[in-house]
């Protein structure tokens, strides 16, 4: 809204020239994001514990989170609005793109609220059940995948990582392969999030390669230059990212250890189905699996438990998702949560290479 409202007065101040640019709008959006999570957090986290929407801990877990009883979830409400508000601010509101990120970040949003809310408020512990959250989430990301699909200039290929000419043409197929992308990533990082912080690092540092990725698929020049896909549009996802950067560190205050308030479902799902969403855009989906490899690495450790289990009565791990493996362990949980962070960060310069090791 302001950057239209800029563009309509810039003959007459020319200092509003300086809204044209995407690095402005990406380094102000994810201010903007900042000073939400800062001015609204406190009362959100009071809300919240009034409310009495306490997280269920397990039973079954590592016996240092029964001290977690009594600490609010839902707190991913306020990185939902820290992320909408700024976007809505500084990003061209004509392009589809942000318009496809924002559906499935509110969509998966909802879908987390409404399971979270079951959770707390009605004592749930199923919350809508595991088959309606995902034909719920298959809703969403068909309508994203949609309406990215129909973009006029956008492609239907897969590009493979650190090689210039490898395209693979997936057509049709793209829809399910970007339905499929965005329901998993959601899970992935829902799966993730089990210790304070251990999930909003990965993924600040996740939307921050994002920004970099889709700054330069999204510009001619730089995209040509280095060689890779120009992804027509691409550029304001930038401004997305910086606003979603912003909205994890601005909630990474509250949830640090020891955490005064979780994200809950809400949070979860609607940043995995996003960062699914921008990878799917900026034709970057096999660098996803790369930089958030540890949403990866948690995901294969629940499905190989779980797998294992059933095959041969036995686990691999002490406890999925691997987190809570690391902490049966003897670990201590801020040494998993930053030990999992600096992984993650290595992994998005290791994603980010690709740029140049082609």
């Given at each position: 809204m302001l950057y239209h409202l800029a563009m309509m007065y810039v003959q007459k101040f020319s200092?509003?020239?300086?809204?044209?640019?995407?690095?402005?709008?990406?380094?102000?959006?994810s201010l903007t994001s900042l000073?939400?999570?800062?001015?609204?957090g406190p009362a959100l986290i009071r809300w919240l514990t009034a409310l009495k929407v306490d997280q269920t801990i397990r039973d079954d877990?590592?016996?240092?989170?029964?001290?977690?009883?009594?600490?609010?979830?839902?707190?991913?409400?306020?990185?939902?609005?820290s992320i909408i508000i700024p976007t809505l601010l500084w990003a061209d509101l004509y392009n589809r793109y942000v318009w496809g990120v924002l559906l499935v970040s509110v969509g998966m949003g909802i879908i987390g609220f409404v399971d979270d809310y079951l959770k707390v408020a009605h004592k749930n512990p199923k919350g809508i059940g595991g088959k309606n959250k995902i034909i719920a989430q298959l809703i969403v990301a068909s309508l994203a995948a949609a309406l990215i699909f129909t973009h006029p200039k956008f492609e239907e290929f897969l590009v493979v990582p650190f090689f210039k000419n490898i395209k693979i043409p997936l057509g049709l197929f793209y829809i399910p392969f970007g339905i499929f992308l965005i329901?998993?990533?959601?899970?992935?990082?829902?799966?993730?999030?089990?210790?304070?912080?251990?999930?909003?690092?990965?993924?600040?540092t996740t939307a921050g390669m994002f920004?970099?990725?889709?700054?330069?698929?999204?510009?001619?020049?730089?995209?040509?230059?280095?060689?890779?896909?120009?992804?027509?549009?691409?550029?304001?996802?930038?401004?997305f990212c910086g606003a979603m950067t912003g909205a994890g560190l601005g909630f990474l205050w509250y949830n640090t250890y020891p955490a005064q308030v979780f994200m809950g479902d809400v949070g979860s799902l609607a940043l995995g189905g996003a960062l699914g969403a921008v990878s799917l855009i900026t034709?970057?989906?096999?660098?996803?699996?790369i930089a958030g490899?540890?949403?990866?690495?948690?995901?294969?450790?629940?499905?190989?438990?779980?797998?294992?289990?059933?095959?041969?009565g036995k686990r691999v791990f002490a406890m999925a998702p691997i987190h809570h493996h690391y902490e049966l362990k003897g670990w201590a949980e801020p040494k998993v949560i930053v030990r999992f962070w600096i992984i993650s960060i290595i992994l998005a310069l290791i994603a980010l290479t690709t740029l140049k090791l082609r």
């Amino acid at each position: 809204m302001l950057y239209h409202l800029a563009m309509m007065y810039v003959q007459k101040f020319s200092v509003l020239n300086v809204v044209r640019y995407i690095t402005f709008r990406t380094v102000v959006a994810s201010l903007t994001s900042l000073a939400i999570s800062f001015a609204f957090g406190p009362a959100l986290i009071r809300w919240l514990t009034a409310l009495k929407v306490d997280q269920t801990i397990r039973d079954d877990g590592p016996p240092t989170h029964l001290s977690k009883k009594g600490t609010p979830t839902m707190g991913g409400t306020l990185i939902l609005i820290s992320i909408i508000i700024p976007t809505l601010l500084w990003a061209d509101l004509y392009n589809r793109y942000v318009w496809g990120v924002l559906l499935v970040s509110v969509g998966m949003g909802i879908i987390g609220f409404v399971d979270d809310y079951l959770k707390v408020a009605h004592k749930n512990p199923k919350g809508i059940g595991g088959k309606n959250k995902i034909i719920a989430q298959l809703i969403v990301a068909s309508l994203a995948a949609a309406l990215i699909f129909t973009h006029p200039k956008f492609e239907e290929f897969l590009v493979v990582p650190f090689f210039k000419n490898i395209k693979i043409p997936l057509g049709l197929f793209y829809i399910p392969f970007g339905i499929f992308l965005i329901i998993g990533s959601s899970n992935a990082v829902n799966l993730t999030d089990g210790l304070d912080g251990l999930a909003i690092g990965p993924v600040m540092t996740t939307a921050g390669m994002f920004i970099v990725l889709s700054y330069v698929v999204g510009n001619y020049k730089f995209a040509t230059y280095l060689q890779l896909p120009y992804v027509y549009d691409a550029g304001n996802l930038a401004v997305f990212c910086g606003a979603m950067t912003g909205a994890g560190l601005g909630f990474l205050w509250y949830n640090t250890y020891p955490a005064q308030v979780f994200m809950g479902d809400v949070g979860s799902l609607a940043l995995g189905g996003a960062l699914g969403a921008v990878s799917l855009i900026t034709k970057t989906e096999l660098l996803l699996a790369i930089a958030g490899g540890i949403f990866v690495l948690e995901t294969i450790s629940v499905i190989v438990q779980v797998v294992s289990f059933k095959l041969t009565g036995k686990r691999v791990f002490a406890m999925a998702p691997i987190h809570h493996h690391y902490e049966l362990k003897g670990w201590a949980e801020p040494k998993v949560i930053v030990r999992f962070w600096i992984i993650s960060i290595i992994l998005a310069l290791i994603a980010l290479t690709t740029l140049k090791l082609r």
